[in-house]
Nanobody, 124 residues
Framework: QVQLVESGGGLVQVGGSLRLSCAAS????????MGWFRQAPGKEREFVAA???????NYADSVKDRFTISRDNTKNTVYLQMNSLKPEDTAVYYC??????????????????WGQGTQVTVSS
C-alpha cells in the first residue's frame, strides 16, 4: 500500500559522506517505524538502520559509529546520513516501513513495503 522512493545515492570517495532520503506516502507515516537496508551484488539484503515512531534508533554493528538515521514527519521522509564511507558500504540501499504502527520499543519491527533502491558506490 505504502509507496517509498529513495534518492541521494551516488559515487563517493573513501572517507566521504552521503545523505540518502526516502519519501513515503500516507498520512499515517508518523506512526510507523522505518528502516534502511542494503544489498550488494551476490549478497543477501542486510539490515543497516531503523528508527521507530518514538525516534528510537538501531544500527548494524558495521555502521553504528558512522551512519545516522533520522526522520522528518512533517515531510514524510526518512534520512540516512552516511559518513566515513568505506568500499564495503557499496550497495543498493532500500528504504522500508514496518507493518505495525505504534510498535512498542520491546518489539522487533517487521518491515514490509520497500522502495526501488538507490545505488551507493564508494571508490578507492
Amino acid at each position: 500500500q505504502v509507496q517509498l522512493v529513495e534518492s541521494g545515492g551516488g559515487l563517493v570517495q573513501v572517507g566521504g559522506s552521503l545523505r540518502l532520503s526516502c519519501a513515503a506516502s500516507g498520512r499515517t507515516f508518523a506512526s510507523y517505524g522505518m528502516g534502511w537496508f542494503r544489498q550488494a551484488p551476490g549478497k543477501e539484503r542486510e539490515f543497516v538502520a531503523a528508527i521507530s515512531w518514538s525516534i528510537i534508533t538501531n544500527y548494524a554493528d558495521s555502521v553504528k559509529d558512522r551512519f545516522t538515521i533520522s526522520r522528518d514527519n512533517t515531510k514524510n521522509t526518512v534520512y540516512l546520513q552516511m559518513n566515513s564511507l568505506k568500499p564495503e558500504d557499496t550497495a543498493v540501499y532500500y528504504c522500508a516501513v514496518d507493518r505495525v504502527p505504534w510498535r512498542d520499543r520491546s518489539q522487533v519491527p517487521d518491515f514490509g513495503s520497500w522502495g526501488q533502491g538507490t545505488q551507493v558506490t564508494v571508490s578507492s
